[in-house]
Nanobody, 129 residues
């Protein structure tokens, strides 16, 4: 049974940092793409970043490029999202999700949440004074 559990959310001041973790069970990262998504109140769920568990290919949405870094630890079946220079507009519930795919090239299409079948429960990130 595929399960994903997010951790690491919290309250941080603007300009601060947080690291989110997504721990997978029931499958190995190899052969999957793990994505991070976020959903603010009253808004749609948007893709933030993803990483290929097979070859480490990554992609970021424009608003987080240069601030967020996604990484993987296949031995621990974990994907991390290091978030620096956080802004109030980063406030949202952050979800990780898994898509079974061996990625050969990156592209914005893989930020579409409809492509992902397995989801975690989410973790709240609040950026505020």
């Amino acid at each position: 049974q595929v399960q994903l559990v997010e951790s690491g959310g919290g309250l941080v001041q603007p300009g601060g940092s947080l690291t989110l973790s997504c721990t997978a069970s029931g499958f190995t990262l190899d052969g999957y793409v793990i994505g991070w998504f976020r959903q603010a109140p009253g808004k749609e769920r948007d893709g933030v970043s993803y990483i290929s568990g097979s070859n480490g290919i990554t992609y970021y949405t424009d608003s987080v490029k240069g601030r967020f870094t996604i990484s993987r630890d296949n031995a621990k079946s974990a994907v991390h999202l290091q978030m620096n220079n956080l802004k109030p507009e980063d406030t949202a519930v952050y979800y990780c999700a898994a898509m079974r795919l061996v990625l050969v090239r990156s592209g914005p299409m893989y930020l579409n949440p409809k492509l992902y079948r397995s989801w975690g429960q989410g973790t709240q990130v609040t950026v505020s004074l």
